[in-house]
């Protein structure tokens, strides 16, 4: 195959990526409540003056870093004209969804990493003359650890991240975990070309590898364990200069995040002492949202891939050698996350990115090798990648089927039906029945006041409209009350009241 067919190659995953997530936009839900209000609404607070303020930002646990980011493009929409809070919720989506293709383009430089690691082409200094790539085709260049190279691998690694249902469907939340997965997914991989870089000095890169892992390790402090591993990986592959560079460059990221708690909570590192303190100390997350038995990842994992787990667990067992810091890794953040009693799904979400790129890596490889020598069967090349594109699709098709449920149920029309009562001119104050399972003020989109039910409230003529399930309680005492149902979302219907 030549350079240009494997680069249309890669553009076609892409695309397959980008056609993926934008499906995802339109039909993934919210799913968490803390995706608007602990990244979304606090910053929605800040500019407008009308947010739900929780208990973690009372508290002071949370840091402004993700908040502030998402709040300057937020900034940027309202000067720019867009108003509509919803509106606002959808282009910060569409936002996360395409810097998550970020994923994509670690896949094919981690999957190709490894597949020239563990190929059996001979590793030389020098990079072959320009203009030979071009004219000889990839497969005819000689053995160097050149990006072209291993492309099997990148190719398969890259359609496992571009595709992956639980990646594309959390790629479209808001979460830190993804913006954390993002940054420290390209840091390993990077680091991992460290290692095998021609020359070895490669001060750049390892800046931008510093950078990486100190920003994902500050939006996201549990995935920490990632740290070690990376300066392991350097350690082991003698990087010891470049190992310094990336130390004094995450260092120096992590120290912004100090002084942005400095400025926003008045004390150095202040969200993440508050947090440790919170949940380790006084055992607060355990209190407040309940345990789970240690196993509980891993059949999460095995749930979201029942069949094709054992598959990817093989692949990276066979390429242990050359990817072992991405399976360690992988690994490493399951099983710190198994320690604590509060657990939900998207915590361990590095999990995926990780385990994709080096079991793709392998796929590619064994899918390559049809010509070498010691290859067995089948040493046709074309069944041999027929066979790895098999696996491949076979791996989407299992975790498309087992991709669907959430740890908490948010109904659209709930979500729809608040952004109506939002729109009407005649609205004075919303009464609903879930404040935390709606997207608060900034899908309200309005400065006036909403609070949650209770019964007293309804003689309140503050209050215009009412929000609950149909054929509730709730709606039925709203109903006696003097409302009358003016629109209708699914399960749930918005009550007026009556004029008198």
């Known amino acids: 195959m030549t350079k240009r067919k494997v680069t249309l190659a890669l553009g076609a995953v892409f695309v397959l990526g980008l056609v993926a997530r934008i499906i995802a936009l339109v039909s993934e839900n919210p799913h968490h409540p803390d995706e608007f209000f602990q990244y979304l609404e ?32 937020m900034a940027l929409l309202l000067k720019l004209g867009l108003h509509s809070g919803v509106g606002v919720a959808r282009l910060l989506r569409l936002h996360w969804a395409l810097l998550s293709l970020a994923l ?21 200094a020098s990079e072959p003359p320009r203009g030979a790539e071009t004219r000889e085709g990839i497969e005819t260049l000689p053995g160097v650890p050149s990006r072209d190279r291993g492309w099997q691998g990148g190719l398969a690694a890259a359609t496992l991240c571009a595709c992956f249902p639980w990646l594309v469907r959390f790629s479209v939340h808001t979460f830190s975990e ?63 200069r470049q190992l310094a560079v990336v130390v004094l460059a995450s260092v120096a990221v992590l120290l912004l995040f100090g002084f942005l708690d400095l400025i926003t909570w008045k004390s150095f590192f202040a969200s993440y002492v508050r947090y440790v303190q919170f949940n380790f100390v006084e055992g607060g997350a355990d209190a407040f949202f309940g345990t789970l038995p240690m196993k509980w990842y891993w059949a999460q994992l095995f749930h979201r891939l029942p069949y094709g787990l054992a598959v990817l667990a093989l692949a990276c067992a066979l ?64 069944l041999r990648l027929s066979l790895a594109a098999a696996v491949i699709v076979g791996l989407l098709v299992d975790g498309g089927l087992h991709c669907g449920g959430n740890d908490f149920t ?73 409302f009358e149902v003016v629109h209708s979302a699914g399960d749930f219907v918005v009550l007026k009241r009556r004029r008198p």
Not at 43 to 48: K, R
Not at 104 to 124: D, E, I, Y
Request: charged residues 15%; positive net charge.
């Open 42 to 73: 606090p910053a929605w607070h800040h500019l407008t003056g009308a947010g739900v303020e929780t208990w973690e930002w009372r508290r002071g646990v949370r840091s402004w870093a993700l908040p502030g980011y998402n709040g300057a493009w």
């Open 104 to 124: 994509v383009w670690a896949g094919w430089r981690g999957g190709s990493l490894v597949a020239r690691r563990l190929g059996a082409h001979p590793q030389l």
């Open 178 to 240: 993804l913006a954390s997965t993002l940054c420290l997914t390209v840091a390993l991989v990077l680091a991992g070309e460290l290692v095998e870089a021609v020359p070895a000095r490669r001060y750049v890169k390892a800046l931008f590898v510093g950078a990486m892992l100190g920003l994902g390790v500050g939006l996201r402090v549990q995935y920490g364990l990632v740290a070690p591993v990376l300066g392991i990986w350097l350690l082991v592959g003698r990087r010891f």
């Open 319 to 382: 390429g242990l050698r050359q990817s072992w810091a991405l399976v360690l890794a992988a690994v490493a953040v399951v099983g710190l996350h198994s320690f604590l009693g509060h657990k939900e799904e998207r915590f361990v979400t590095l999990f995926w990115p990780l385990v994709l790129i080096a079991a793709g890596g392998y796929i590619g490889t064994w899918a390559g090798r049809a010509k070498a020598d010691h290859a067995r069967w089948p040493r046709s090349p074309r």
């Open 410 to 482: 948010l109904p659209p029309a709930r979500f729809a039906a608040q952004a109506w009562v939002g729109r009407q001119a005649d609205l004075t104050g919303l009464i609903y029945d879930e404040p935390l399972y709606v997207g608060g003020y900034l899908w309200f989109g309005r400065s006036l006041p909403q609070v949650q039910f209770k019964s007293d409230l309804l003689d309140n003529p503050l209050f215009s409209h009412v929000l609950a399930r149909r054929d509730s309680n709730q709606a039925r005492l709203a109903e006696r009350a003097g």
